[in-house]
């Protein structure tokens, strides 16, 4: 998924003042965040194969590190302490360490059977990236409901809405554009994206 990731942290965000938004998306994106640098360390690999799955071209040859459930539960702890550190706050620092999770059960729903749960599988997926019609269907519904939980009862600017457009606009670039044309141009896209949404969302997200 991409959109489900950023549904479950617009919630989260909403749900706890002490969650800022950029944190609650580095949490729910996290795996993502940390796989472009194992990639490019040539640590975990990934080929681009058009048709492995109606949604994406991307084939996720191996990713133990960054998303299997045992790594992913280490980070989600890693990620939690560091946040009670830095809030204090036994609600925002839980619910991010659930964030950090929640990106490896979605990545399950979406994915073919090629998510692991150790470093040596066995690897899951109930494959939701083989109909695009039905990717396009849950995760549009379920983006439009987060959006509209989060902006109801507060005042979103311009910035936030502008900030909803473009994680719509890279969606659709994704479903609509060719496949990327290497796995470097994956990777730095990757490591670019994210601290630019992190730093937004908090930038935005005064409470």
């Known amino acids: 998924m991409f959109l489900g990731h950023f549904v479950v942290a617009l919630a989260a965000s909403r749900r706890e003042k002490q969650l800022r938004l950029g944190t609650s998306f580095l949490a729910a994106q996290w795996p993502d965040a940390i796989w472009p640098a194992f990639l490019l360390a040539g640590i975990e690999r990934v080929s681009i194969v058009p048709g492995d799955t109606a949604f994406t071209p ?46 490896w059960v979605l990545d399950v729903a979406s994915h073919r059977p090629d998510v692991p749960v150790g470093p040596d599988g066995p690897m899951l997926g109930l494959g939701l990236w ?7 269907i849950v995760e549009t519904t379920l983006f439009v409901g987060a959006v509209a939980y989060y902006a109801r009862g507060r005042a979103t600017g311009k910035g ?20 990327p044309p290497s796995v470097m141009a994956i990777a730095v896209s990757c490591l670019v994206l994210m601290p630019v949404l992190w730093f937004w969302g908090n930038r935005l997200d005064i409470r």
Do not use: K, M, Q
């Open 130 to 136: 083989n109909s695009v019609a039905a990717t396009v």
């Open 160 to 179: 936030f809405w502008a900030l909803v457009a473009v994680l719509a606009a890279i969606y659709v670039a994704n479903i609509a554009g060719p496949p």
């Open 58 to 103: 991307l084939r996720f040859d191996h990713y133990p590190w960054s998303h299997s459930l045992v790594a992913v539960a280490a980070w989600a702890a890693l990620f939690a302490a560091i946040l009670f550190w830095r809030t204090r706050s036994r609600t925002a620092s839980a619910l991010a360490g659930i964030l950090v999770v929640s990106h």
